[in-house]
């Protein structure tokens, strides 16, 4: 890991706000790309999925996301639950953020991105007890549009399409087909 990258990680520590922010943003731009310094920073970020801090809590779900494609030795697929866990966060913003960045997993490979498909189908299907869980839903259906803009995988949209059916309430099942309106669904 270069000294630039270890110093965006300290400075994710530092008592001044906006120098913490300019950290995450560089941070989450550099994961774009696939990155050769994920297992320098995967365990520390694994363990603060549950940090007491909801900021760390969220920034690692985050990061850990992004770096899925960055995982040749397919941790992610064990140490999945854990950041799926950070999805039903008692904070929701941390909750929000976290799901708002899972589908990021499914760049990963193959069986990832089944066990992320399979993971928000059960979510969505099952969420109804879940406080907010209109946006828990929209946030799902968001993130398989974007995990389809970048594979162009007809089955995630054959899903997310699917689970807009499901949805019973009228107003909410054409606020989630809007997400897919300009792929004709």
């Known amino acids: 890991m270069d000294g630039i990258i270890k110093t965006l990680f300290a400075n994710l520590q530092s008592e001044d706000k906006n120098l913490q922010y300019e950290a995450y943003q560089q941070i989450l731009s550099a994961t774009e790309n ?3 310094w994920a297992y320098d920073v995967w365990d520390h970020l694994k363990a603060d999925l549950t940090n007491p801090d909801n900021h760390q809590r969220s920034r690692a779900a985050q990061f850990l996301a992004s770096l899925a494609k960055s995982d040749p030795e397919k941790r992610m697929l064990k ?10 966060d008692k904070k929701f913003v941390t909750a929000r953020h ?3 960045s899972i589908w990021k997993v499914g760049l990963a ?3 990832q991105k089944e066990m992320l498909i399979q993971s928000l189908t059960d979510r969505f299907l099952h969420c109804l007890d879940e406080k ?9 259906i968001q993130g398989l549009r974007n995990l389809f803009d970048q594979t162009k995988d007809e089955t995630v949209k054959l899903v997310a399409l699917d689970l807009i059916e499901k949805e019973e309430d009228p107003k909410y099942k054409k606020k989630y087909a809007t997400v897919w309106k300009k ?3």
């Open 98 to 100: 976290s799901l708002q």
């Open 79 to 88: 140490d999945f639950p854990e950041l799926l866990e950070v999805t039903k």
């Open 132 to 140: 907010n869980y209109t946006l828990v839903r929209f946030d799902i």
């Open 183 to 185: 792929v004709g669904g």
């Open 109 to 111: 490979g193959a069986k």
């Open 34 to 36: 696939k990155v050769d």
